[in-house]
């Protein structure tokens, strides 16, 4: 049995609490009888006082004895059922902790394989017709390509397609100006791989400087991004030339197919769309262009392509194959800003005649759908946009 918790001061208090023993002889008998009869209490009075004290003590301390320590024993099985109930909450705490990391490391890889490329490459064509047209961005400031995929028709050539595709762009939905279709009949004459532009006595597009130059350059770009033409006819209603307040009348436009761009960001104003878009100046060398592409281009809002979450330690060129090496202590985060950052890449690779690209020491195998431990081919075309 334990010990008890009652101290000494409790128990005098119970004492104190116990009736009192009253003898009511009178003091003269019992002196009496202890002086003239002389005789002594027998051996077991005492000890029989001190036994039915004892015992009536039992009877009052034990019942609170025991319900103390069934209180303390309960408490004790409370607490002992309360520490399982935590170490067992734990144990599964620490299984969804872990089921959770790794139900987040396979959402994150999800993620990082499911962000959308934005360019078009060669495993996305398959039988299709790839045609990139230039359209301008809402404030008329610069040409952005966005490239479509049609399905092929043996019965058409390109020029064909292209005319007849115009119609299914979407450019007030994608943030841009609505300027397709032409407001113009297209040939091709393949005896002299030329395309005869003709235009109604009555269009817009010699009005106004801006007008003018968007309408040219539109020609140039569109048709020197689909074909190997050399050469554009100018015509209104079949006649020679077309009329422009600042050109004058022209007749005849050069298609020289331009190269050697760095590709920079646009993003048009209250959309998250964001296009990669290629400089107007051209460089040197691949060199001149990433060092270029790692500012901002006031010019027509042009954002950085290279930021801080995308650094190259360096890079060499070994016949048409770029090898960029990443610095090991690189802190990279694969998100939708280094995949814009690695696509204006390869985009501005292809302007400098790369066709692959390998990247050593990355910190990480993926960027976006992109498989790191392995070449990858540039883009066919940029800005690529879904039609119905």
Known sequence: ????????????????????????????DIYQNLSIKKRRRPAWLIPGFAAAAALLLFFILVPRF??????????????????????????RSSTLNKEEDGTSGAKSNMLMTKMSKSALYEDEIGNGMVLTYWIPDSQAQILIPVSIVVPSDDNKDWLTMLTESMGLLKEEEWGLADYYPLNATFELDQSTNTVIVNVPADHKYGQGSTGEMIFLDILQKTIASNSQVNSIKLQTNGQPGIEFGNYGVMDELDVISEREHGYFLYTPDGMETTYLVPSKDTFQDLN?????????????????????????????????????????????????????????????????????????????????????????????????????
């Open 1 to 28: 049995m334990k010990k008890s918790e009652w101290s000494d001061k409790q128990l005098e208090e119970l004492l104190r609490q116990m009736p009192k023993i009253e003898d009511h002889r009178n003091p003269r």
């Open 66 to 91: 025991f319900e103390g320590t069934q209180t303390f024993d309960s408490a004790k099985q409370e607490k002992s059922q309360s520490e399982e109930k935590i170490s067992l909450s734990d144990d």
């Open 288 to 388: 001149s262009a990433f060092e270029a592409m790692k500012t901002n281009q006031p010019q027509g809002g042009l954002e950085a392509s290279i930021g801080p979450s995308f650094q190259m330690k360096e890079f060499s060129i070994q016949d048409s194959k770029l090898i960029i090496t990443m610095d090991e202590n690189t802190q990279i985060e694969n998100t939708p800003a280094v995949l814009y950052s690695f696509e204006a890449i390869l985009l501005t690779a292809k302007e400098f005649g790369i066709e692959t690209i390998m990247v050593v020491n990355a910190p990480f195998e993926h960027i976006g759908p992109f498989d790191l431990s392995k070449e990858i081919k540039v883009p066919l075309a940029p800005n690529n946009r879904p039609i119905e």
